[in-house]
């Protein structure tokens, strides 16, 4: 029995005309589209002329769905998987779908197109040689920090997603572990009328988000320069390396960088890191 094919196929991520002659193709020639909102992809799909049946999979029935759509599969029907805009998989649902096709040697082909952090990377001005995609970092404050604390020596650019009701947020809490003279931007509305760049340091960027609440509308994509030289100890004020110290002396290390963190704003790695060079010295 000949198994069908699982497209994985690039959708718009703004702009409808950003879409392929082959994406529109498959689209119309698959027996079922895996869409993760119905609603949202009906719109681009009345745009082409696209009749073909569509079914809802996101994240919170994916897991659900996989035995029905490899089933399809199976029977020798093919699907094609798309998401609210841009490439499946990236920050979106699908990733169990295409392992379980996988796992059973079935057809995936990817059909390519736009891809948001991509199209940032290509306009931001940010040294795209290296770059870490990072997607969406925690709702929650600590959680947030001690995310961004792992990149506090990373060398590639870093590529976030983030939301409009907490981009304020992420920006101060960016420029507070990764340090105030990273230069980071915001892309948002890429492909639309009012595609937006701003590039700056965590500062000038939350001032110009605070100008207008039109700055803070829209989905971001946000790019953070990696730091220029991993090997160099930061620089701290000798009164926090003091606290430090003084800390130190009546607890572990590593409990005496969480305090002095949070009572001084400086990345715990940074404190520890400082710490460990002062005592080579």
Not at 41 to 61: F, Q
Request: hydrophobic share 45%.
């Amino acid at each position: 029995m000949s198994t069908g094919s699982l497209y994985i196929v690039a959708t718009p991520i703004g702009n409808l005309k950003d879409i392929t002659y082959r994406a529109v193709d498959v689209l119309k020639q698959v027996d079922i589209i895996a869409a993760e909102d119905t609603r949202h992809s009906r719109k681009l799909l009345d745009h082409y002329g696209i009749a073909t049946k569509m079914m809802a999979v996101h994240d919170h029935n994916e897991a659900d769905k996989i035995t029905a759509l490899l089933d399809v599969l199976n029977q020798g029907q093919s699907i094609a998987l798309i998401s609210d805009a841009g490439t499946p998989l990236i920050s979106d649902p699908g990733y169990r779908l295409v392992r379980g096709v996988r796992e059973q040697g079935g057809s995936v082909v990817a059909i390519p197109g736009p891809c948001a952090a991509i199209a940032a990377l290509s306009i931001a001005g940010l040294p795209t040689d290296r770059f870490l995609f990072v997607g969406f970092l925690s709702a929650k404050q600590q959680a947030r920090r001690a995310q961004l604390e792992q990149f506090v020596n990373e060398r590639a650019t870093l590529v976030l997603y983030e939301s409009p009701k907490r981009i304020l947020d992420c920006i101060a809490d960016a420029e507070l572990v990764l340090g105030e003279d990273r230069t980071m931007a915001l892309v948002k509305e890429i492909t639309k009328t009012f595609e937006t760049v701003r590039t700056g340091t965590g500062r000038q960027l939350r001032d110009w988000l605070l100008e207008s609440d039109a700055h803070r509308k829209g989905e971001f994509v946000v790019l953070i320069e990696g730091v220029q030289d991993a090997g160099r100890v930061p620089s701290i004020d000798p009164s926090v390396l003091r606290a430090l110290n003084l800390a130190h002396q009546s607890m572990p290390l590593k409990k005496a960088c969480a305090l002095v963190s949070e009572l001084s704003g400086v990345a715990k790695n940074a404190l520890y890191e400082a710490a460990i060079a002062n005592s080579n010295e």
